[in-house]
T-cell receptor, first 113, second 112 residues
Framework: ELKVEQNPLFLSMQEGKNYTIYCNYS?????LYWYRQDPGKSLESLFV?????AVKQEGRLMASLDTKARLSTLHITAAVHDLSATYFC?????????????FGTGTRLQVTL | EADIYQTPRYLVIGTGKKITLECSQT?????MYWYQQDPGMELHLIHY???????EKGDLSSESTVSRIRTEHFPLTLESARPSHTSQYLC???????????FGQGTRLTVV
């Protein structure tokens, strides 16, 4: 069974600070996705990472993928309050049940003034 | 623009009732998913489909059932609702290749 783990589970950070969220997964995959969820809302797609070494950036968020280490990171630069949300990574395996999409445990980010 | 719709958005129902949560997408996606999520918690995959007449159970055991008779439609049915079924149910769809999944707005179910 595919396992997807994120850490930390909860992150409280001050505005202006930098931090990284980690996503580890247990199977061979070059299909990794990052999502954002605001309280009471559904999930919004942030990044699609489809190859080893892929890096995507949008505003203060940057995501990367290391398929050899089975690790993706979501880096936050100079956090602002609007980034407060829960962030999920999701992985689809390369073989076998390639249709299956498994989500990580989620990281709840709280940016304080 | 992703077009995936879930109805109802909110549902309060008594124990023992049969319910069907609807999910439709207009993007022609072959893959569709149902996830269960308690507030602020992780998403648990309960069912998925990779095409018409092809459905699989997910990682979280569920008493619900699904069907996929048409590409655009993926309803989830609970034959006899219980308070333990109280949760949010999120439907998603994904196209061919390695594209991301798009989510509906969710159905918040409360069984009393």
């Amino acid at each position: 069974e595919l396992k997807v783990e994120q850490n930390p589970l909860f992150l409280s950070m001050q505005e202006g600070k930098n931090y990284t969220i980690y996503c580890n997964y247990s199977t061979t995959s070059d299909r990794l996705y990052w999502y954002r969820q605001d309280p009471g809302k559904s999930l919004e797609s942030l990044f699609v990472l489809l190859s080893n070494g892929a890096v995507k950036q949008e505003g203060r968020l940057m995501a990367s993928l290391d398929t050899k280490a089975r690790l993706s990171t979501l880096h936050i630069t100079a956090a602002v309050h609007d980034l407060s949300a829960t962030y999920f990574c999701a992985v689809a395996p390369n073989t076998g049940t390639a249709s299956k999409l498994t989500f990580g445990t989620g990281t709840r980010l709280q940016v304080t003034l | 623009e992703a077009d995936i719709y879930q109805t109802p958005r909110y549902l309060v129902i008594g124990t023992g009732k049969k319910i069907t949560l609807e999910c439709s997408q207009t993007m022609g996606h072959d893959k569709m998913y149902w996830y269960q999520q308690d507030p602020g918690m992780e998403l648990h995959l309960i069912h998925y489909s990779y095409g018409v007449n092809s459905t699989e159970k997910g990682d979280l055991s569920s008493e619900s059932t699904v069907s996929r008779i048409r590409t655009e439609h993926f309803p989830l049915t609970l034959e006899s609702a219980r308070p333990s079924h109280t949760s949010q149910y999120l439907c998603a769809s994904r196209g061919t290749g390695r594209t991301e999944a798009f989510f509906g707005q969710g159905t918040r179910l409360t069984v009393v």
